[in-house]
C-alpha cells in the first residue's frame, strides 16, 4: 500500500507508544482547522472488555435504520483501513493516502504518537464526508485518550471494566474506571453495562458531578437469558430479542448494553432487532471456515479465533467453554499477564501450544507462555514456532467435539487471518 511508508513515519514522531496527554492532538486539530468540532451525532463507549463488539451492534442498528453511520476503533487486524469506516464503508486506499500525507505535512515533524496522529486522520476524513452519526471507540483508557477531545457527545457509553493497561490505567478497578469514566461529559447520558461494584461506584460519582443522566445495567435496564436462545430486555420497554450473532454467552451482555444504547439513541424497534442478528466483529470468537490453517484440521472440528487479552476475557471464554474441553493455541504480547487469563480457561483446555506473535517486538517468548500454562495447571504444554505448526502438531489427535481456539492477542488474530487469506 502507498499509506505504509507514511504510517512507519508517523510511528517514529514520538519515542514512547503511548504518553497520556491531549496537549499534542489539541494542536494538531488546531491547525487543520479543527475539524472533530464538525462531527455529526457522536456515540463516544469506553471499556475494558466488550467496548468493540458492543460498537459493532450499535452500527448494526443504526445502518439497519438507515442512517450513515462514521466509525473510528482500534487496533486493525490486517490493514490499517479497518480503523476508519466512512459512512458505512472502510475509508478506500487513495483517501487515506491523501489524507494521512496531509496530516503529516501539517504536523510538521513535531511529536506526536501514533495513536494521536491516526485519530486527528480520523477525524478529518469524518468531517469531509456527510453522515448522520460517529460512533468513536477509545483506544485504551477515557480521560486522556486521544478520542475525548470531542467536546459534547450525543451519548456515552461504559462496556464492561477489568484489570488491563494497569501500567497506564492504575491497578485497581477504582481507577481504571476513573479513567473510562473521563469520557462522561456534562448532562450527556451515560448507558453502562455488566460493572463490578467498585466501577460503578465511581461512575456513579462523576455522573453525580457532572449532571450526566445514567442508564445503569442492574437499575434503569435489565436483560435475562430465554430457553430458546434470545433474551428478554428491560428498560424503556421489554422487548423478546433473538440470539446475537457474534458467539459466547458474553455477547449477550454486550448487545444489552447496544440495545440500551440505540433506546436512548431513538433507533426504531426493527433496526434493533435487526443489527442485533446482523453486527460483524472479526477476531471476537469468529470461527474460520476455510483457508489453510482449516485444511489442515480433521473434517468436523471447529477452529476459533478470539484476541481478548486480559482476565475478563479468559472469564468470557471460560463461560464459552464450559461443559467441554478445548485445544489451545495461545499467544500474548509482553505487556500482559499470561496467568491471570490462563488461569480461568486451565480447566477446559485439553492441550495448549504456546506460540511467539510473529514479527512482534513486544510478544512473549513461546517459552514463557509455556511456564505460564503449566502454573496455571494445563498439563499437556508444548511450545511451537507459529500458529500454523501448532495446529499441525495437535491435528492427528484431534477430535470433533473438541474446538481448537487460537487466542490471547487481537495481534495475533490480525497475523492469524492475514495468513489465513
Not at 472488555?49 to 487496533?75: D, Q
Not at 464492561?160 to 490505567?169: G, M
Not at 445503569?216 to 435489565?222: L, S, T
Not at 496455571?376 to 501448532?390: K, L, P, R
Amino acid at each position: 500500500m502507498a499509506v505504509d511508508p507514511i504510517l512507519e513515519r508517523l510511528t517514529t514522531l514520538h519515542p514512547k507508544v503511548i504518553d497520556m496527554s491531549l496537549d499534542r492532538l489539541v494542536r494538531l486539530l488546531a491547525d487543520l482547522g479543527n475539524p472533530h468540532l464538525s462531527l455529526p451525532r457522536v456515540t463516544h463507549i469506553a471499556g475494558t472488555n466488550g467496548k468493540g463488539s458492543t460498537l459493532a451492534y450499535i452500527r448494526a442498528m443504526c445502518e439497519a435504520a438507515g442512517e450513515r453511520v462514521h466509525v473510528y476503533t482500534s487496533p486493525h487486524l490486517v490493514r490499517f483501513n479497518e480503523r476508519i469506516r466512512l459512512a458505512g464503508k472502510l475509508i478506500d486506499d487513495e483517501m487515506l493516502e491523501a489524507t494521512l500525507a496531509e496530516i503529516e505535512r501539517i504536523n510538521a515533524g513535531r511529536p506526536i504518537t501514533f495513536f494521536e496522529i491516526t485519530t486527528a486522520a480520523a477525524f478529518l476524513a469524518f468531517s469531509r464526508v456527510q453522515a448522520d452519526r460517529v460512533l468513536l471507540e477509545t483506544g485504551m483508557g477515557g480521560r486522556l485518550d486521544a478520542t475525548n477531545v470531542v467536546p459534547k457527545p450525543d451519548l456515552v457509553a461504559l462496556a464492561p471494566i477489568s484489570l488491563d493497561h494497569t501500567q497506564y490505567l492504575g491497578d485497581t478497578l477504582a481507577l481504571i474506571a476513573g479513567e473510562k469514566a473521563g469520557i462522561i461529559k456534562h448532562g450527556v447520558p451515560v448507558c453502562v453495562g455488566v460493572q463490578p461494584a467498585e466501577a460503578s461506584a465511581v461512575f456513579d460519582a462523576r455522573a453525580a458531578e457532572l449532571a450526566a443522566p445514567l442508564f445503569r445495567h442492574g437499575r434503569e435496564w435489565n436483560f435475562a437469558l430465554l430457553d430458546e436462545g434470545g433474551f428478554q430486555y428491560r428498560g424503556l420497554k421489554t422487548r423478546r430479542l433473538p440470539r446475537p450473532s457474534l458467539s459466547g454467552p458474553h455477547q449477550y451482555a454486550n448487545a444489552a448494553l447496544a440495545v440500551a444504547c440505540a433506546e436512548k439513541l431513538g433507533l426504531p424497534d426493527s433496526a434493533i432487532e435487526a443489527g442485533i442478528t446482523s453486527a460483524q466483529w472479526p477476531a471476537r470468537l469468529q470461527r474460520l471456515t476455510r483457508g489453510p490453517l482449516v485444511e489442515k484440521l480433521p473434517p468436523q472440528v471447529a477452529l476459533y479465533l478470539d484476541g481478548g487479552h486480559n482476565e475478563g476475557a479468559g472469564e468470557a471464554l471460560a463461560k464459552w467453554a464450559q461443559g467441554r474441553q478445548i485445544d489451545l493455541v495461545f499467544g500474548m504480547l509482553s505487556t500482559k499477564q499470561p496467568i491471570d487469563f490462563l488461569r480461568h480457561v486451565a480447566p477446559y483446555v485439553r492441550r495448549l501450544r504456546a506460540i511467539a506473535i510473529p514479527d512482534e517486538k513486544l510478544s512473549l517468548p513461546a517459552s514463557d507462555i509455556a511456564a505460564a500454562a503449566r502454573q496455571a495447571g494445563i498439563a499437556d504444554v508444548a511450545e511451537a514456532v507459529s500458529a500454523d505448526a501448532a495446529i499441525a502438531d495437535l491435528a492427528p489427535n484431534m477430535r470433533p467435539d473438541i474446538p481448537v481456539l487460537i487466542c490471547g492477542s487481537l495481534y495475533l488474530c490480525g497475523r492469524v487471518l492475514a495468513d489465513n487469506g
